[in-house]
């Protein structure tokens, strides 16, 4: 497993308990004895380091390379998920994956970014930045289960559209831009979760939800840390001071009125239980999408569009 450099003495241990189940039990040392007190001292351990994250911790766990990312919670949650690729207009952009399927007896439209998880996946989803033709996929799919009149998901885990003049020429922001108007646009439910890194337009192209969720330890800002800090700093080592201020934790942005509620991780992380952290983000996306169930299509979109006007209103306390 990756190491964070705050989870070295939470890894230590972990090694230790390794090494002792790999021993055989003797007369002397009840082998499971010192390893039941070994993991009581790993979980107070994790549990008091997880507690008090700063937000430059929280970046770095988001962006954890063995966090799950939005195939992973396809696979799990989604039944007979049917994948729909391209724009129509250009190519098809993997580092957004989308399609139909049923959620827990409900027929939706989800859509996310998507990573990957080894070095080819990781190339072919182009670490999860999408070029124009991603978020015109993104529009289509949206447009689609507008139509249909079918619930939208997505799942949004990027650090940010790709920069590259290749999608510059092609016509990023107002792909972007139609994107975010797509959402807001909808009549039908839509509920949107960061899993991990949401990142600057790239992201919200895919959140104007009329209920936005955000997992505990992952990060929602305008503009990444590094970003920030070249930027008012002209140096990338300022990357944490970034992350003070930018208010990118799920409990800033809960305060803010951001987003509309906080997922909790298991302890230690999604990476560390995804089996759990699926379990629970399905039973949030349950709840948010019978909460939205019954609404006529017109207030939907009204009070989606009252709901991003209103953001900003709250002040800094």
């Known amino acids: 497993m990756h190491i964070l450099e705050f989870e070295k003495p939470v890894a230590e241990l972990e090694g230790k308990i390794e090494e002792l189940r790999h021993l055989s039990d003797s007369g002397e040392v009840n082998i499971a004895e010192e390893v039941g007190k070994l993991q009581a001292k790993v979980d107070k351990l994790l549990r008091t380091t997880y507690a008090k994250l700063t937000p430059w ?11 799950p990312h939005a195939l992973a919670y396809i696979q799990a949650l989604i039944e007979d998920f049917t994948p729909l690729a391209g724009d129509r207009l250009f190519a098809e952009d993997q580092a957004i994956v989308g399609g139909l399927g049923r959620f827990r007896g409900r027929s939706v439209v989800v859509i996310g970014h998507e990573k990957g998880h080894d070095t080819d996946g990781r190339i072919r989803h182009n670490f999860g930045m999408a070029k124009p033709e991603g978020y015109r996929k993104a529009r289509r799919l949206m447009e689609l289960a507008d139509h249909f009149q079918i619930p939208v998901i997505t799942l949004v885990d990027t650090a940010g559209a790709y920069p590259g003049v290749d999608a510059e020429a092609r016509g990023q922001a107002e792909a972007i831009a139609r994107s975010i108007d797509a959402g807001l646009n909808l009549r039908v439910p839509f509920v949107s979760t960061i899993i991990g890194e949401g990142g600057s337009g790239g992201a919200i ?3 104007t939800a009329n209920t936005v969720l955000m997992l505990e330890h992952s990060v929602y800002s305008v503009i990444s840390p590094e970003g920030c800090a070249s930027i008012l700093w002209r140096s990338g ?3 944490k001071d970034a992350a003070e201020q930018l208010r990118l934790t799920a409990q800033d942005l809960l305060k803010l009125g951001v987003i509309d509620a906080e997922i909790p991780e298991p302890l230690g992380g999604a990476h560390r239980d995804v089996p759990l952290v699926v379990q629970t983000l399905g039973n949030a996306l ?6 939205l169930s019954g609404i006529e299509g017109g207030v939907l979109r009204a009070r989606r569009r009252d709901k991003f006007l209103e953001m900003g209103k709250v002040g800094l306390s």
């Open 57 to 67: 911790q929280k970046t770095q766990v988001a962006r954890h390379p063995q966090r």
């Open 237 to 239: 080592e300022n990357a």
């Open 205 to 207: 192209a895919l959140a």
């Open 286 to 291: 349950e709840k948010a999408l019978a909460d």
